[in-house]
């Protein structure tokens, strides 16, 4: 076990994954030492952890013997401006990449997350309407298999169709197939200009801009128990002519026109030990799936430009009269309730964290077509299945 | 061997007497694809109506080991639809019901035989469209665009088809039906659809196609430049990107490429340029107005001698005839040429052209330039005359240094085409060795006995070893490399 101690170290307090404990860490500092690494750690079960902002997300991991930490794989390798595009270790920070000169990476996300760990979770946020999600902007990637094999796919330039589009299938994968080491990304100019429309208005006017001539970058809905919902519509472009449609998109919501977003823009809605759902479905069901989510308690936001939605449910724990069986109880119940709305809307429902006790007797991935499929992929890359196992759909 | 008369029985018993060829005449009409220079007569075709008549035609080839070769319109330019010898041909051709347009969630569910434009024809009156326009879009096929990942003038905007399906029904090559992405998007799971787009034929056999309808925008201005150099558009291309304005489409044609699209369709671009660039802006009016200002005193800037604005849909039409003429316009001016597909960074535009050219006179080839420049997506076309004896293989030599020209300057051995035939030889060239069996392990777990258009892509099929699912412990090869954990 010589390079498996020369690269890891014994796990520390919060070297866990939803309450399992790992045994070892390992923060490799290049993609070749990445190599090494899960060349050595051969048999033992991983999960990889980049800014651990999305780390509760999904099931707790089967076992667990090392955690790979990729904050030391940081850093922006190449940005080529004049091709809007950009080459980066995966432990840089999004805040990184939020601020190139002139020039963004355009997919929302926490300051301190990672590339890698935004393009395994295929996290997204509000201007997805506009710019597509990971894997409309991931154009190239390295990717170390769980065997240790580094390998490419993709490249440095937008349009390729040399090969399988595998970029796309490590993407939301929540490092169930390789650790991810460097991503090449499309960019987009920083806008000159962007404004805010907010207005007290049903979901269903969102329908409205999306039939005019507004081009939003985002379109966000925000609902709950007890307000009045809310639409907020991003504009960007040219100072005068994000002036005019933000004019004429407050117009038609009676809304206002802000420099800012509200404050719940790109905030999940769900408390710390809450249940969050993300809920997906057809443009002209969010409305109904809103509705639904609203009716069983939960506080709605997300993107009805793009038929994704989450739901924050609060788990009560400090009620002296609820027992922690009820809880869970009403928890799959609401669960349950959303994931039917969801399959009615012709999308899905995916519990991506709940507080722990809860969690574990939540289905957090539903049901999902082509899973054996999926499972067969899995096989081919992870035949002992140690990587992030159990923690990805049908217990892969 | 497979038995083909017996095969063609059982197909015949499946999806209808008719349905089923086997004479040799009928069968040539299926010898090519696009790319024409490949034939190869295919064992027998099916022209299957139905996703469950693929499914059965499928589920055969399987069961007697028989490969198969799907094909759409036939319009690929990869030889990805060249059938194989002894192997059945899928016509999809069909399956041409457009079965919903749901404008109301930007959605529309087609069969994989629909007609690229047709798709685009049936949102239309709503006030949507269907954004992928490959210049064959009036005869190319969605499924043919599924698997080959088709692009188009207007992808530097737009993006690809796989930005634009968003759910597919296939029937993997062991015949099964399978959905992948549906009408929402991100379905849970690992994206198989993003997978399986632009696999070639390679993953199966696509029966049903969930599109993504995009608003037609409020306005389209389009713009005709002439310069003296393909250097001075190129400048004025990469300023027009700094500046940071996303045209819906940049395209570029050389003295050659126009000269030839002048002799086809007198398209009536400015005379004596050495390169013209069109230039195609969309969105709304306000920020439309603004952008095109700048982008014609851009054009000014580097050179420009003459700037034509199209005034209406008659005047946009002629300009663009001229781009989307031009593979065919060379046809007037040689009698062969070859298509050449490859991607650089956009930035290296003005060297690699004059490489292009250098490499062109050193071999006493004339060479055409017609590309989607915003994305840096050459078309190069490499005239030559087959009568004349070593014309053809100093023109293939040609060909094959401009993509050693695209990998050297970090691009793409195809932009749009797809690798087919044509290209696998070209692969271990972009990818390594470890690269290509990764993406085969994604094969192995979809066709592991390989009957899904073998032959494509990859220059080295990989076994796939045991069968999926009974796989246990590690890579043979890393096993031996990793003693030390004994």
Redesign the interface.
Known sequence: ???LDELTSPAGDGDAVCGVPARLVAAPRDTAEAAALV??A??LAVVIRGGATKLGWGPPPRELDLIIDTRRLAGVVEH??????TVVRAGTPMAELHGLP?QQLALDAPPSATAGGTVAA?A?GPRRLRY??A??LLIGIT?V?????????G???????????????Y???FGT?GLITECVFRL?????ASLWVRAVAPPLHA?KI??G???ASALEVNAGPGAEPELAVLLE??A??VR??AAAVAELLGGEVSPEPPQWWDVPPWPADGVGV?L??????VPALVATAVGAGATVRGSAG???LYAGLAVDQGDAGVTADQRTVEAGRAVELLRAAAVR????A?VLTAPAGVRETLDM??P??????????????D??HRFAPGR???GI | MTDIDALAARLRAAIGARQVLTDRQELRTYECDGLAHYKVIPALVALPRTAEQVAAVVRACAETGTPFVARGSGTGLSGGALPHADGVLIVTSQLRDILEVRPEDERAVVQPGVINLHVTQAATPHGYYYAPDPSSQQICSIGGNVAENSGGAHCLKYGFTTNHVTGLEVVTPDGERVRLGGAAPDAPGYDLLGAFVGSEGTLGVATEVTVRLTRLPETVRTLLAGFSSTDQAGAATSAIIAAGVVPAAIEMMDALAIEAAEAAVRCGYPAGAGAVLIVELDGPAAEVAAQFDEVSELCAKHGAFETRIAADDAERALIWRGRKSAFAAVGRISPDYIVQDGVIPRTALPAVLRRIGEVAAEHGVRVANVFHAGDGNLHPLVLFDDAVPGQASRAETVSAAILDLCIEHGGSITGEHGVGVDKAKYMPRMFSDDDLDTMQLVRCAFDPDGIANPGKVFPTPRLCGERPGRHQGTHPRHEAGVAEIF
């Open positions: 076990m010589g390079a060349t050595a051969r048999g080529a401006a004049g091709d809007l595009i002139g295929n997204s597509g999600t894997r409309d990717v298999r769980p065997d240790g094999t580094i390998t490419k796919a490249g440095k330039v937008v349009k390729n169709v040399a090969g399988y589009d595998l970029g796309k299938l993407t939301g994968a197939l987009h100019p920083v806008p000159a329908a999306l039939a001539q507004f081009a472009g040219t005068a002519g005019e449609r993300k997906t479905g057809r443009l002209s069901q793009a038929g994704v809307a012709g999308g899905h995916v991935w539903g999902v077509h082509g899973l054996a499929l999926m499972r067969r992929v899995k096989d081919q890359f035949p002992g990805f759909v049908g």
